[in-house]
């Protein structure tokens, strides 16, 4: 019996050991997927700004819209096509190669009757572009760091961001534009926009292209915060 229960303390014990060897030797893995959830805390998830919404928008309805534009807005409109009852700012942050024609006319429709789109992605639909008048290219960026900073505001502060190995810019601009924000990386002489406004009928197109700016990672670090308040201000 004793020799019995000597085997089996020594084979629990060997097991706990290699477990805890096993546990210490294994590193957290940090999962960088660029979702922009507004659900997520994981870094490139929205779920900080997303809480922060109600202060940045104080006296205004927050709603998630979990439709395509067109879908959206059509149905939210007199007898699901002609005047939009939806008002307000309509903000899309990542992922927007799922807008099609019909929602990016709906959209544009939407600005146009005096409410304010805001779209902030790496690019944009041809469609959108089209329409607008605009054109995307990519700045070299060995080390992927970029820094953006803000024009006309009180705070005109550059931030950097990392893990950035394609930095957007606009290379073509219709007149009617106004730059609000520039872009810079190590390897580029000179600032190029990044973030624009384009006055739209009676309405606004606001277009930026650096969605990572406004995710849980870059928010709490340095002034990011600050970057992104002022950004959404306009």
């Known amino acids: ?17 290699l477990g805890l060897i096993s546990t210490l030797n294994s590193k957290k893995v940090v999962d960088w997927t660029e979702s922009f959830d507004e659900r997520s805390n994981k870094p490139y998830g929205l779920s900080v700004l997303y809480k922060e919404l109600p202060r940045l928008f104080k006296d205004n309805d927050i709603k998630t819209v979990y439709h395509t534009p067109y879908y959206y807005l059509s149905a939210n409109s007199e007898d699901g096509y002609g005047d939009h009852i939806a008002e307000g700012t309509y ?46 290219n990519y700045a070299a960026n060995k080390d992927s760091i970029s820094s953006y900073q803000l024009r006309h505001q009180k705070n005109t502060k550059t931030i950097s961001i990392d893990r950035n190995s394609n930095a957007s810019y606009f290379e073509m601009l219709p007149v009617r534009a106004n730059v609000l924000g520039t872009l810079k990386t190590n390897d580029s002489v000179s600032k190029q926009p990044n973030f624009i406004e384009i006055p739209f009928g009676d309405g606004f197109v606001y277009l930026h292209l650096e969605p990572k700016v406004f995710t849980n990672y870059n928010l709490l670090k340095g002034d990011t915060y600050t970057y992104v308040e002022e950004t959404l201000s306009y």
């Open 1 to 17: 019996m004793k020799k019995e229960a000597v085997a089996i303390i020594v084979v629990v014990v060997i097991i706990v050991g």
């Open 91 to 136: 903000m899309i942050i990542g992922g927007t190669n799922y807008l099609d024609e019909s929602s990016v006319d709906e959209l544009l429709y939407f600005a146009e009757n005096g409410n304010t789109l805001f779209i902030s992605d790496y690019y944009f639909p041809s469609v959108l572009m089209d329409s607008l008048g605009v054109k995307v």
